[in-house]
């Protein structure tokens, strides 16, 4: 498989805003296009050679070379932490 079989390739950049974005919607529509991807893992594994310093990657978000569990929004935090959606209801959306 090449990095031109990737979905998130499409050869007009439209998508690199999505895979770079703050926003924890856009965040989450790029890990759920990773999902279907089938060049995730090969995605992944070369992000994590490369410590790539942010963005979505495989259907991993990197911030400074590593993974993070999860992106929180911005200020203080909940007290009570919300029930996040499977990506598979993402898709259907």
């Known amino acids: 498989m090449?990095?031109?079989e990737?979905?998130?390739?499409?050869?007009?950049?439209?998508?690199?805003?999505?895979?770079?974005?703050?926003?924890?919607?856009?965040?989450a529509a790029a890990k759920a296009i990773c999902?279907?991807?089938?060049?995730?893992?090969?995605?992944?594994?070369g992000a994590l050679a490369r410590e790539e310093p942010w963005g979505v990657w495989?259907?991993?978000l990197f911030l400074q070379g590593k993974v993070l569990a999860h992106k929180r929004k911005r200020g203080?935090?909940?007290?009570?932490?919300p029930v996040e959606e499977?990506?598979?209801?993402?898709?259907?959306?």
């Open 6 to 27: 990737a979905l998130c390739s499409d050869g007009t950049g439209v998508l690199v805003e999505l895979f770079f974005s703050e926003s924890l919607d856009d965040i």
């Open 76 to 81: 203080r935090p909940p007290k009570v932490r």
């Open 86 to 93: 499977p990506a598979v209801a993402m898709l259907s959306a």
């Open 35 to 45: 999902f279907e991807c089938p060049v995730r893992v090969a995605c992944l594994q």
């Open 2 to 4: 090449t990095a031109g």
């Open 58 to 60: 495989g259907g991993e």
